[in-house]
């Protein structure tokens, strides 16, 4: 973990996120809480992890997403050099698909 993150906003940022229930939720509290752009680019940086994650290469990546090589490069340190948030995530979700 980034300790340099770590402050009582972010805590409290983080418990509200972790209090959210449905996808419904999820939709109407970001939709307060950040503009348009910051959501695309937090879900375009998300996609792009996924598929460089499934060994998708960036001319792939970039097609299909938009984002530029600088943000697929940035994504991809994260991915091998991070904190494993991402893993962590993709692991979880592919379990629950797995369990149906």
Do not use: H, W
């Not at 983080?14 to 959210?20: G, H, I, N």
């Not at 001319?59 to 984002?67: M, P, Q, R």
């Amino acid at each position: 973990m980034n300790v340099k993150l770590q402050d009582s906003n972010i805590d409290f940022l983080f418990q509200t996120v972790l209090s959210l229930e449905t996808l419904e939720e999820c939709y109407r509290f970001f939709d307060d809480l950040c503009t348009v752009p910051e959501l695309k680019s937090m879900s375009q940086r998300l996609a792009v992890a996924k598929m460089l994650r499934d060994k998708q290469v960036y001319s792939d990546i970039v097609a299909k997403t938009g984002a530029s090589t600088a943000t697929i490069s940035r994504v991809n340190r994260s991915l091998n050099y991070g904190s494993e948030g991402y893993e962590l995530v993709f692991d979880r979700l592919e379990k629950r698909e797995e369990q149906g």
